[in-house]
């Protein structure tokens, strides 16, 4: 199926901490090969492989020192081809993270960049010379904390970098970079992979002005870069072009895509930006849904705001993932967990456009609270204790209680394994029919027979506060669904029909009681 990304489920992977098969306390690909069943068995149609490849790991993966090999810590190029072909042999499509708004500042790349304001790859990164009393060109602000930019005394300039000192900023105004970066995918897609995830896709370019990025409001603020507004250092209509190069190069490979994510405070705006157009991505998300308050005005005037404003643009919406703490914990506080845990993986696969479920989810695990001594995170560390960083949901997979460390490595793991963690593993969760793990698969397979959730349209219920309502399909033909985001038992009118997939509401005769954290699948129209 060429759209086969189309309304899929695909199931987030975070090598370091799902499966560690020779023993030294990290995650690794061979671990991953081994339980692709697993995953197989949920009823997902992919997985999404944050990076494997070679890095000093400073932010974990995400610095990338080598596009083109793996880590040894994560196996060798021979075991990436074996898990991408067991992939395949189960039905599983592979889709990898690209990082092409900066790379590790061990790349070879950066070396020779950095070493002469002649050398052949001088222009390969942003360089700026200072201002004539040798402070920073600008205001712009680093993710992690500090300004952006990094004095460089062998060129004597400063080189931008969006995110730590070691993750230098590509210029992607520059075509060479673009001509090697395009490069890189090909090698992926002619090695096999089914796409790619691109990590903060609209940090490609920035203002060639360099104009300093008005203040934001925001007193709260931990972070000093969340005192900006970011106009003039991301999203930037310079990167269009090159999304539209790259889109060319997945064209030439039948039934491959790509997700975009965008780190923007304008959701909607940029989600159809990126993906209106045959020259654009194919899908994208955002972190509309991966912080605040889940409620259901804010899902209904994100999702039909996006289709209003773009009605051909596909979206890919996630609750979770490795940079956000757990959505049991963001949103289920005083909320019935299990009940939780299962209404936010059927509302997430029941919207429309392309979920994402990270690993995890499907066992309803929480935020874990880690002591500062145990973190490995530098955004963590560095804004601690009032930002505790990105480790807690990083934690190892619990796949077992009948093994040391959860069944995950027989030594102690690169992060602890919380003890709640460990009674809401795989092994537990596989053989009790009530938990989220069996109502995940139960889920997904009912899914695959209803093609409105998939491909079709959406249209809002007018409802009460604390309902969410939707109608999935074209016709008469459709699903109904409603679920409780509310703290109390609500009431739908349902004219005594069935449900078509039980999450939790109690039928009376002529209504469904529908109590916090449940909800109600009808056939047809509401």
Not at 136 to 156: D, H, I, K, S, Y
Not at 160 to 185: I, K, R, T, Y
Not at 449 to 461: E, K, P, Q, S
């Amino acid at each position: 199926m060429a759209e086969w990304w189309r309304g899929a489920v695909i199931y987030q992977i975070y090598p370091r901490s799902f499966a560690d098969s020779d023993g030294d306390g990290v995650g690794d690909l061979p671990g991953i090969t081994a339980h692709l069943p697993y995953i197989a068995d949920l009823g997902v149609d992919g997985i999404w492989l944050s990076p494997v490849f070679t890095s000093p790991m400073r932010d974990f993966g995400y610095d990338v020192a080598d596009y083109r090999g793996i880590d040894p810590l994560f196996g060798t190029l021979e075991d990436f081809d074996a898990m991408l072909a067991e992939a395949h042999r189960l039905g599983l499509r592979v889709i990898i993270d690209q990082v092409y708004s900066h790379s590790s500042s061990d790349h070879p790349w950066f070396q020779a960049s950095r070493a002469s304001r002649t050398s052949a790859l001088a222009d390969y990164y942003v360089w700026v010379d200072p201002r004539p009393d040798g402070t920073a060109p600008n205001n712009w602000l680093g993710v992690f904390g500090g300004t952006a930019w990094e004095w460089e005394p062998r060129r004597r300039q400063y080189y931008l970098h969006n995110f730590l000192v070691s993750q230098p900023d590509l210029n992607l105004h520059n075509p060479e970079v673009q001509d090697a970066v395009l490069d890189v995918a090909r090698f992926w897609l002619d090695r096999g992979v089914d796409g790619f995830r691109l990590d903060v896709a609209n940090f490609y370019t920035h203002d060639r002005a360099l104009r300093d990025n008005p203040p934001a409001d925001a007193p709260r603020a931990v972070k000093p870069y969340d005192m900006q507004l970011h106009v003039h250092d991301r999203s930037q209509p310079e990167t269009l072009p090159f999304i539209a190069r790259l889109r060319a190069v997945l064209d030439a490979y039948p039934g491959r895509m790509a997700v975009a994510e965008l780190a923007t405070s304008q959701p909607v705006r940029r989600i159809a930006e990126y993906t209106t157009g045959h020259d654009r991505l194919h899908t994208a998300y955002s972190f509309v849904f991966l912080g605040g308050e889940l409620t259901s005005r804010r899902v209904t005037e994100t999702v039909a705001g996006l289709l209003q404003a773009a009605p051909d643009a596909w979206p890919s919406w996630a609750f979770e993932n490795h940079d956000v703490p757990r959505s049991l914990t963001r949103w289920g506080k005083g909320q019935p967990a299990l009940a939780w845990a299962k209404t936010m993986i059927a509302l997430l696969t029941t919207l429309r456009g392309t979920a994402f479920l990270y690993q995890g989810q499907e066992l309803g695990l929480t935020q874990a609270d880690l002591p500062f001594e145990a973190l490995r995170d530098p955004d963590g560390i560095a804004f601690w204790p009032a930002y505790k960083g990105r480790d807690g949901c990083r934690t190892p997979m619990p796949w077992t209680s009948d093994a040391p460390h959860g069944g995950f490595s027989t030594v102690w793991p690169w992060l602890p394994m919380p003890a709640e963690h460990l009674t809401l593993n795989a092994a537990k969760q596989a053989a009790d029919p009530d938990s989220v793990l069996s109502f995940t698969r139960r889920l997904l397979a009912w899914r695959r027979g209803h093609a409105c959730l998939r491909t079709g349209g959406i249209r809002f219920l007018d409802l009460p506060e604390a309902l969410l309502g939707f109608y999935r399909g074209e016709g008469a033909n459709g699903l109904t669904l409603v679920f409780n985001l509310g703290a109390s038992m609500e009431i739908f009118s349902a004219d005594g029909r069935d449900a078509a997939f039980d999450l939790g509401a109690m039928r009376f005769p002529q209504a469904w009681e529908i109590g916090p954290g449940c909800g109600l699948v009808l056939l047809g129209a509401p």
